[in-house]
Structures are given as structure tokens and as C-alpha cells.
């Protein structure tokens, strides 16, 4: 996503000399990787499209990630970006050296450039969770993103470890199609009620001929999510308290029995983990065949789960919706600053970034959706489309010949760090939870302030910021 914006975004300021490398044989990021069944964006459609490239067939308010991936390879298309991928070319690593990156694939291949965007994304390193015996398992088992959809779903025993966002679309897809279903929880989620309704053949219709009702939509659902996501850094704030009204009126409402309501109730504030949507999880997980588990895993067997309670839960596929490792972005690619500072040193601890864009010491290099950038429920474009804009701004200085090298200082990172860290204790993600929101130090790793503020910041860099060489 990010790096076809870069790509249409380089073009349009009249940059024309730029590669886009690709690990894989195909574009779509996230949308290529998980293909899980009932994968959909819980973000509406409308607003998770990019500002410029409105798109009147979305067929659901929330749709499935097959039409987002095809959103994706069109906008491409279109913009004449997938002739300038090279795919299966992953980069491995990039040193700053004489004043230029040198990049280095996998297969050996070189090229040396002025820039670097990093458009590697967040989510996207599967997390495989240090479960004893996962491969002793006689069944298939897979990670929900690396889903394998040979294995068979229909009439048999499937068990499903975790109950985020991706555990919970699975289940209300194939409940009806298993035998039987058990959910591994080890923790309960609050579940945010969200209708999906399709938008029918009139309405498309009426969004081709009037594309103005188009950028009305995206521009109102983005002052929703704004006022939203200003909401979650306040812990106290109004939004919160009608969020988590919501959520607990959807448990009580539809889950009848009252062992299993208890079982679902989170012991936490809603939103301190990644709210989950769905509007119908709690019908899927009360059907006959469906069943929480919350005992804890103590171990995996050839037959299928061992709970601690002593119970063998067996299975004929295990699907591990575990989450992913959220403090890699651009790595394992080897990354190497200026007097060759280590990417892997610095971020030794966690991951840090000026503006979540550019790193001391790290000439050259800017990030879109890197560490400690708005994350929640809303849409990932928006921000990079705002943080692209923002790394033009850089990347101009670097044309019009002010400097040869920008970097942040690390001065002003370690002051926006220290404002940042101070600010995200008071968000809703620091109320008390674990959640991959969170760094080793239990603080959390995302954007504190509001999205105005986001806004703001990248309208223009502040460039007593950084050092120009
Ligand atoms: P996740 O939110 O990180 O959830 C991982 C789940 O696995 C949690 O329930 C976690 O339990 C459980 N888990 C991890 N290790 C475990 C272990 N060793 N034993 C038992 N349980 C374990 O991952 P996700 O559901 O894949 O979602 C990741 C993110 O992707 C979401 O937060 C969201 O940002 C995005 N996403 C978005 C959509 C969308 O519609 N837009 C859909 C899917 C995903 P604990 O809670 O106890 O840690």
C-alpha cells in the first residue's frame, strides 16, 4: 500500500529515477500474505481506499481482502507503478556509505541510490507462539497468515489459538462449514457491534456518476475516525466510555449463557487492546459445535491440544492466529547508518524513530507506518498518504541542492521520545492490558496525541530538527 503510494506520490513531484523492490511475485502486502477465510478490513472501504483513487465499486461497507487486493494491483495499474516493482527482489541489506545507500538483494544483486523509503509495513512477521510440541502435531497446522487452503475445513475438528481482530473473523467464516470448533482464548476481547452492509447495484451506480458523493464519504468517515482516535488517547475521555458501553451491551445482549458470558468478559477497558469489530461473532461462537476454551494450553500432541485442566482437545487442523512481531519493520534487512551505525543497535531495545519517519544517524532514510506512528482503528493510507507528503518535503531539500544528507538530530528525537513515551501512559492502550500495542517497557508504542496533531506535525518538518550535511 504504502509503496505504490511512494511511487505515484515520487512521479507526481516529478521524480521519475525510482525502483520499488518487492520481496515476493506479487504486490498487496497484507492483503497478499492473509487470505484466511472471512479476511475483511475493519476499516470502511471507503476510507481505507487512498484520497486520490476513490472507488465506486466497494461492495460492502467492510470488504473482503480478495477486492482489496484487487484495489491495490488497479491502482498500480493504472498509475503505471507495477512496471517499476521488481519482484523476488528482497532487499537484504543497505549501508550508508560515501554519501549514497547500497542496497543488496537476496539473490546478490546491487544498486546504490540517493534515497531510501522504507514501505516494508507492520504487521506482517507472523508471531509463532512458543507453544511446546507444535511440531509434533499430526494435523495441519499453519499461521493465520500463511493460511493453506488445501487443508480441508469441512466436517472436521478445528482448533483456532488466539481472539484478535483475525481469530475472531475466522471463526464467524467457518463455523458453520467444521465439525467442530475450539477457541483457544487466553484472553477475552471486548467486540466493538459493527454492521456490514453491502452497497447495492443502484448505489454503485450512483458513485460512478457522482464521484463528489465519493470524496464526501471518505472525507466525512475520516472526521469520524479522526474524532475517534483523538478519543483513544485520552483514557477518559467521552468516546471511550460510549465505546465501551457499546461493547458491553453487545455481550450481555447476545450471549445467553451466563458461564459464557463470563468467559468473554474481558477483565480490561475496551480499546486498551485493538478493538476487535464484528457483528457477528458472539451468534457464531454460541452455535452447537463452537467452543471457548480457556483453560491454557500446556502443551501441543500428535492428537491435537493438551489444556491444563488435563483435557485433550483433538483436532484435525490447528490455525495459529497469533499475531505478528511488531517490532521488526524493515528488518532482518541488514541496515547501516552513517560511521556504520547498526539499525539492529540502535533499535537494540525497541524500535524508536523521530516522527515515527527518520532515524539519527541514518542519513537519506525515511519510513512509512514505522515505529511508534498512529496505529488503531483507522485507516493506515491516511497516514502514510500524510507522511509521505511530509518525506517530499525532505526530499526536496535534498533536490534543490540545500543538503546532501538529512537526518534528525538526536536531540530533537530524544526530546520527542521523551514527550511521546510520557504522553502514551495516559492513552487508553496504557490502561492495563497486554496487547502488541505495547514495547518492553509496558509503554505504548503508538502515536499518543491527537490525529490533529498527527495532521499538523506533517504539514510542514520542522527543520531545526535536523542536521543538514
Ligand atoms: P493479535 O491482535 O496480536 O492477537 C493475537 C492473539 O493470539 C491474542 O488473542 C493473543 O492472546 C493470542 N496469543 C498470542 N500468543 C499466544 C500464546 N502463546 N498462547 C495463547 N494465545 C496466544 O493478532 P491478530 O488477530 O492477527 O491481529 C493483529 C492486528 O492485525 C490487529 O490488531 C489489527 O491491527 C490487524 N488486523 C486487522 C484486521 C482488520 O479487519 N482490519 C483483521 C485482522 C487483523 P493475548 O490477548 O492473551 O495476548
Known amino acids: 500500500m504504502s509503496g505504490i503510494l511512494s511511487a505515484i506520490k515520487l512521479r507526481e513531484a516529478g521524480f521519475d529515477d525510482f525502483t520499488i523492490y518487492e520481496k515476493a511475485d506479487r504486490l498487496g502486502g497484507t492483503w497478499r500474505e492473509n487470505i484466511y477465510p472471512g479476511i475483511s478490513c475493519d476499516v470502511p472501504s471507503h476510507l481505507y481506499s487512498y484520497s486520490f483513487e476513490p472507488n465506486p465499486e466497494w461492495s460492502h461497507r467492510f470488504s473482503p481482502g480478495s477486492e482489496i487486493q484487487a484495489y491495490f494491483e488497479g491502482v498500480a495499474r493504472r498509475h503505471g507503478v507495477t512496471p517499476r516493482i521488481r519482484f523476488g527482489a528482497e532487499i537484504t541489506s543497505a549501508a550508508f556509505s560515501a554519501g549514497r545507500w547500497?542496497?543488496?538483494?537476496?539473490?546478490?544483486?546491487?544498486?546504490?541510490?540517493?534515497?531510501?523509503?522504507?514501505?516494508?509495513?507492520?504487521?506482517?512477521?507472523?508471531?509463532?507462539?512458543?507453544?511446546?510440541?507444535?511440531?509434533?502435531?499430526?494435523?495441519?497446522?499453519?499461521?493465520?497468515?500463511?493460511?493453506?487452503?488445501?487443508?480441508?475445513?469441512?466436517?472436521?475438528?478445528?482448533g483456532i489459538v488466539g481472539t484478535g481482530s483475525t481469530a475472531v473473523q475466522i471463526v464467524s467464516a467457518i463455523v458453520d462449514r467444521v465439525a467442530r470448533l475450539s477457541l483457544f482464548q487466553r484472553t477475552a476481547q471486548w467486540i466493538m457491534p459493527q454492521e456490514n452492509p453491502a452497497y447495492s447495484a443502484e448505489k454503485q451506480a450512483e458513485?460512478?456518476?457522482?464521484?463528489?458523493?465519493?470524496?464526501?464519504?471518505?472525507?466525512?468517515?475520516?472526521?469520524?475516525?479522526?474524532?475517534?482516535s483523538n478519543g483513544l488517547v485520552d483514557a477518559n475521555s467521552p468516546q471511550m466510555k460510549m465505546i465501551e458501553e457499546a461493547c458491553r451491551a453487545n455481550l450481555e445482549q447476545n450471549v445467553r449463557d451466563p458461564l459464557l458470558l463470563e468467559k468473554l468478559r474481558p477483565n480490561y477497558r475496551a480499546a486498551?487492546?485493538?478493538?476487535?469489530?464484528?457483528?457477528?461473532?458472539?451468534?457464531a461462537i454460541q452455535k452447537?459445535?463452537?467452543?471457548?476454551?480457556?483453560?491454557?494450553?500446556?502443551?501441543?500432541?500428535?492428537?491435537?491440544?493438551?489444556?491444563?485442566?488435563?483435557?485433550?482437545?483433538?483436532?484435525?487442523?490447528?490455525?495459529?492466529?497469533?499475531?505478528?512481531?511488531?517490532?521488526?519493520?524493515?528488518?532482518?534487512?541488514q541496515v547501516v547508518g552513517r560511521d556504520g551505525l547498526r539499525l539492529d543497535t540502535v533499535w537494540a531495545q525497541r524500535p524508536s524513530a523521530y516522527l515515527s519517519i527518520s532515524i539519527p544517524g541514518f542519513p537519506n532514510l525515511f519510513m512509512l507506518n514505522g515505529p511508534?506512528?498512529?496505529?488503531?482503528?483507522?485507516?493506515?493510507?491516511e497516514v502514510a498518504e500524510l507522511q509521505m507528503g511530509y518525506v517530499l518535503r525532505l526530499v526536496e531539500l535534498l533536490r534543490e541542492g540545500h543538503c546532501r544528507e538529512i537526518s534528525p538530530s538526536e536531540d530533537a528525537t530524544q526530546r520527542f521520545e521523551a514527550e511521546?513515551?510520557?504522553?502514551?501512559?495516559?492513552?487508553?492502550?496504557?490502561?492495563?492490558c497486554r496487547s502488541w500495542y505495547l514495547d518492553d517497557r509496558g509503554v505504548p508504542m503508538s502515536w499518543p496525541f491527537t490525529f490533529d496533531r498527527f495532521r499538523e506535525e506533517m504539514a510542514a518538518p520542522k527543520i531545526e530538527a535536523y542536521q543538514l550535511a
Not at 456518476?209 to 465519493?214: I, K, T
Not at 511508534?372 to 493510507?381: E, K
Open 207 to 228: 458513485f460512478r456518476r457522482r464521484p463528489e458523493l465519493l470524496e464526501e464519504l471518505h472525507a466525512d468517515t475520516a472526521r469520524l475516525f479522526a474524532a475517534f
Open 372 to 381: 511508534n506512528g498512529p496505529v488503531g482503528n483507522f485507516s493506515l493510507i
Open 272 to 283: 486498551c487492546k485493538r478493538l476487535v469489530m464484528s457483528c457477528d461473532f458472539y451468534q
Open 288 to 333: 452447537p459445535n463452537a467452543e471457548v476454551v480457556t483453560a491454557g494450553i500446556e502443551r501441543i500432541e500428535v492428537e491435537g491440544v493438551r489444556t491444563r485442566d488435563g483435557r485433550l482437545h483433538e483436532l484435525d487442523l490447528l490455525v495459529l492466529a497469533t499475531g505478528f512481531r511488531v517490532d521488526r519493520f524493515m528488518r532482518p534487512m
Open 102 to 158: 547500497q542496497l543488496e538483494t537476496k539473490s546478490g544483486d546491487h544498486d546504490e541510490v540517493d534515497v531510501v523509503i522504507a514501505a516494508t509495513g507492520v504487521l506482517h512477521h507472523p508471531n509463532m507462539p512458543a507453544i511446546e510440541g507444535l511440531s509434533r502435531f499430526g494435523g495441519a497446522l499453519f499461521h493465520s497468515a500463511r493460511w493453506d487452503h488445501t487443508a480441508q475445513l469441512d466436517g472436521r475438528r478445528i
Open 420 to 432: 511521546r513515551t510520557e504522553a502514551a501512559r495516559h492513552t487508553i492502550w496504557g490502561s492495563g
